[in-house]
């Protein structure tokens, strides 16, 4: 049996188990049938042109784990913030772990995604909410859909901010021999509100892991978001990771992608302007090496007037890894006065090395103020001599210009204990030791 046939003869038994009665139930029917129809997706679909899922796919891979776990926060301190407190949303092998969590009810809903989908005083918010804005057509958003349960809920209402960061954390122990995992996120800040939310996938074995997860981020008038996606994974892992931004009226969000490990790693990243004087961020550093493969796939619908998008996307790449990046910004009719940049920077380390990018603007206004670039080549040899003519070793040398070309992108992050440790980790993935390895 493989994958597909697995998972839709499961999914009777997952609706059974956590309510089939459930007012979800049409929402998770359409969704599964729409999986049925259109599988998983293939090089023949543009939007995959360049990344194939097929060998992951023949991974005998367990959906519902049976072993329990008894992880300790010992044992995966050092994937947290640790250096400050946070609220702490934690799954061992897709399930909640509450002895790791800190969640929250006070001022403002830091909980789990199960409560919110199946407590009473949640109805009003996930019918308003949940599935609203995720691609309905998307076939791996609806199969996150179909069996949306674990996760993280986060509610911050109106005027209030965060008093401490976020953390959502996803760990695979390794009990099963391959596991598939399919977290779901709803994410809603409410008018004049402010979070930070930091969200990292974790193995803590070689055992192959496949994880299809689905975010979805609602910024209301004037809301400010600032997510963080730490992707530093072992190169057992595959990560599809679907995160869909609504804004509203004079909301900043910026989402910041640190992709680092892995051996597959797909990102769509979508944001759809809902009012006018917002602005959408949007960063990437991709530091890979071996065969790892990340792919970037970015769309912002400008569908209102004055209002800012922004990308900046970095990628090294060494060895015989290979980078995609399909950025899209879309201009409808009526977003006159739209400022939209988009740039995408990448450097080749060998000669075996890809990168296919394509950015791309539709741009339907004529008002507007837009541009796209793409630069792929390697390390600037002059400055490398230069460098090397003031006794700085070659190692050193090519370190430091790569932290440099990676650096406009790191200085992005608002958090001062986050900032240190991707610089660590940038620092190790480049061969220069600060200090511990995550």
């Given at each position: 049996m493989d994958l597909k046939e697995k998972l839709l003869s499961s999914f009777m038994a997952f609706e059974e188990r956590i309510d089939v009665h459930s007012e979800l139930h049409d929402v998770r029917t359409e969704a599964i049938?729409?999986?049925?129809?259109k599988g998983f997706p293939t090089k023949k679909e543009e939007a995959w042109k360049y990344t194939s899922l097929n060998a992951i796919l023949k991974n005998d891979f367990t959906v519902f784990p049976k072993a329990e776990s008894n992880i300790q926060y010992?044992?995966?301190?050092k994937y947290f913030l640790h250096e400050?407190?946070?609220?702490k949303v934690v799954?061992?092998?897709g399930v909640f772990s509450s002895h790791l969590s800190s969640t929250?009810?006070?001022?403002?809903?830091?909980?789990?995604?199960?409560?919110?989908?199946?407590?009473p005083k949640y109805k009003m918010i996930i019918d308003a909410y949940f599935n609203q804005i995720a691609k309905k057509d998307d076939s791996l958003t609806s199969l996150n859909t179909a069996f949306a349960n674990e996760g993280a809920y986060i509610n911050i209402p109106k005027s209030k901010v965060a008093d401490k960061p976020i953390e959502i954390m996803y760990f695979s122990t390794g009990n099963e021999a391959a596991l598939m995992v399919q977290p779901r996120n709803l994410v809603i800040v409410g008018e004049n509100s402010h979070v930070q939310i930091i969200e990292r996938h974790q193995s803590l074995s070689e055992n192959p892991v496949l994880t299809n997860s689905v975010t979805e981020i609602f910024a209301q008038k004037r809301a400010i978001v600032d997510y963080y996606k730490i992707q530093n994974d072992n190169l057992q892992a595959n990560l599809i990771d679907n995160t869909y931004v609504s804004q509203k009226q004079e909301s900043h969000v910026s989402v910041h992608t640190f992709s680092f490990g892995g051996n597959l790693t797909r990102n769509n990243l979508n944001f759809y302007h809902?009012?006018?004087r917002l602005t959408s961020t949007l960063n990437g550093i991709t530091i890979i090496g071996e065969k790892q493969h990340v792919d970037h796939y970015t769309l912002v619908n400008h569908a209102t007037p004055n209002c800012e998008s922004f990308q900046d996307y970095k990628g090294i790449f060494s060895d015989r890894s290979t980078g995609v990046f399909n950025g899209k910004v879309f201009v409808e009719k009526e977003a006159q006065k739209t400022n939209a940049f988009q740039k995408s920077n990448n450097i080749l380390?060998?000669?075996?090395?890809?990168i296919n990018a394509k950015p791309q603007l539709e741009i339907f206004a004529d008002d507007v103020k837009c541009s796209h670039g793409c630069t792929i080549g390697q390390l600037d040899e002059t400055a490398m001599f230069y460098m090397q003519q003031r006794g700085i070793p070659k190692k050193e040398a090519k370190a430091l210009l790569m932290y440099a070309f990676s650096n406009?992108?790191?200085e992005n992050i608002k958090i001062p204990e986050l900032k240190q440790r991707i610089t660590t980790i940038i620092a190790n993935k480049l061969g220069v030791k600060l200090g511990f390895d995550l």
């Open positions: 049938k729409n999986f049925e129809n010992s044992d995966v301190k400050i407190d946070t609220y799954f061992i092998d929250t009810h006070e001022g403002i809903d830091v909980c789990l995604m199960a409560s919110a989908l199946t407590k809902f009012g006018e380390l060998s000669d075996k090395a890809t406009a992108v790191i």
